[in-house]
């Protein structure tokens, strides 16, 4: 018997978006776990549009940054604990700031090939709930005592404990390979590239003020779930202005001259979760369900932040999209100016121009600040790693959907550990 020929990829429709507000660490949701928030959007998205029922979703792929050993299989325990049918398949990923966008890529992918029909994506991260670790001397110790063929022996190995032991090891927001801090690397990058305190105070103030005006006009009405009292990202300052933020002292770089990075123009810690629908466009037309966007191209990137260009910028912790946008480009046949929005996730406000600075320094267009981040970004609404590329896509397919017309946008992500998400929505 013949093959059957191969068919061509399929168009990949978003669909929908839910996710709760975003709220501060250690604040409204400090009691929440990854699964708990991860459950209540992916609810929201469920009853919002009728997809309980055996095969109702092909499968649900998510993942968290910050995980607890309860976590090891978050994505099919949340499904087992949601209005989602039982029998869906889960599974999870982790690509530090860029899970959320790697999980819908991954979900896009299995729909494109024709495995499955349609998909949910997304992410959660709890900052407050952030896992302790065993001091490792301690955690030696108990493992000697366990392997000890006597409770003599046991007692031996336990007689070892110190208080210094019961200290326990707290996660620390620092690259292993350097010791220094996401917001320390970012100092040097803002140095490298010039990036002014009182440009990234205007994108900050910019930011907030999207963001309040977004909701202000209903945009977030279908895709924020309420969760725990808070209807609006907790972290939202619609006051915000540049000479508020000018009076705020810096906190990262303080090592080095002119430091310029603070509080107010660095994403804080944060909680939520963030999910979206995906599906092939057959599969939306048989449930009446009209696609906001699709997803048409990505591309990933990493960089040497080690022993790299560091110094001169271009290898900068935060910098992968500045390599990863215009390989997706040129793969794609576009340049800057074909966009009508861009999304750059806002880690820092600094990063954010240095990577503005680095695409036009590879020769692509200056990008339209009036379609950059039009409705806020991750300064405002704050950054739960894991949940803020599920976040963005979701928010830039009804960006492009509230339009109306045809458009065309552009999302870019940054990572720890060097490494950079991207991708392309289009609405036709």
Not at 88 to 101: R, V, W
Not at 152 to 157: L, T
Not at 332 to 359: M, P, R
Not at 372 to 379: E, K, M, Y
Request: charged share 20%; with cysteine.
């Amino acid at each position: 018997m013949s093959p059957l020929p191969p068919q061509p990829p399929r168009r990949v429709a978003v669909i929908a978006g839910a996710r709760v507000p975003f709220a501060r660490s250690d604040g409204p949701y400090a009691t929440a776990s990854n699964q708990e928030m991860l459950t209540a959007a992916l609810d929201g998205l469920v009853e919002r549009h009728g997809l309980q029922g055996p095969g109702a979703v092909g499968e649900f792929v998510a993942g968290a940054v910050l995980k607890h050993s309860r976590d090891f299989n978050l994505a099919r325990e949340t499904v087992l604990g949601s209005a989602l049918h039982p029998s869906t398949p889960a599974y999870d990923i982790q690509q530090a700031c860029g899970t959320g966008l790697q999980a819908v890529i991954a979900a896009a992918n299995k729909i494109a090939l024709g495995q499955t029909g349609s998909a949910i994506a997304g992410g959660a991260d709890t900052a407050s709930d952030a896992p302790l670790g065993v001091n490792d001397r301690l955690r030696r110790i108990l493992l000697e005592a366990r392997r000890a063929k006597s409770l003599g022996g046991r007692m031996k190995a336990l007689a070892k404990v110190r208080p210094g032991h019961l200290v326990p090891d707290i996660p620390r927001n620092a690259e292993p390979r350097t010791g220094l801090s996401m917001g320390e690397h970012a100092a040097v990058t803002a140095r490298a590239w010039g990036v002014t305190r009182e440009a990234q105070d205007e994108l900050a103030a910019t930011s907030h003020r999207r963001l309040a005006a977004a909701y202000e006009r209903g945009f977030f009405q279908d895709l924020v779930i309420p969760f725990r009292g808070l209807s609006r990202d907790q972290n939202l300052r619609p006051g915000s202005t540049v000479e508020k933020l000018a009076a705020l002292k810096p906190v990262f770089g303080l090592l080095g001259p002119d430091a310029t990075m603070t509080a107010g123009n660095s994403t804080p810690l944060t909680d939520g979760a963030a999910t979206v629908l995906l599906a092939s466009e057959e599969w939306a037309e048989a449930r009446g369900l009209e696609p906001l966007a699709h997803l048409t191209a990505y591309e990933t990137a990493a960089v040497d932040f080690v022993g790299g260009d560091v110094a001169g910028g271009g290898d900068g912790l935060l910098m992968a999209p500045a390599y990863a946008v215009p390989r997706m480009l040129e793969r794609a046949g576009l340049g800057i100016e074909d966009f009508d929005l861009v999304e750059i996730h806002e880690a820092f406000a600094s990063q954010v121009l240095a990577t503005l600075a680095a695409w036009e320094k590879q020769g692509l267009a200056p990008v339209d600040r009036a379609r950059l981040n039009v409705a806020g970004s991750s300064l405002a609404t704050g950054h739960p790693f894991a949940a803020t590329g599920a976040r963005i896509v979701a928010t830039l397919a009804g960006l492009l959907a509230e339009r109306g017309g045809p458009g065309r946008g552009l999302i870019s992500v940054c990572a720890a550990g060097g490494q950079g998400v991207t991708a392309i929505l289009e609405r036709t």
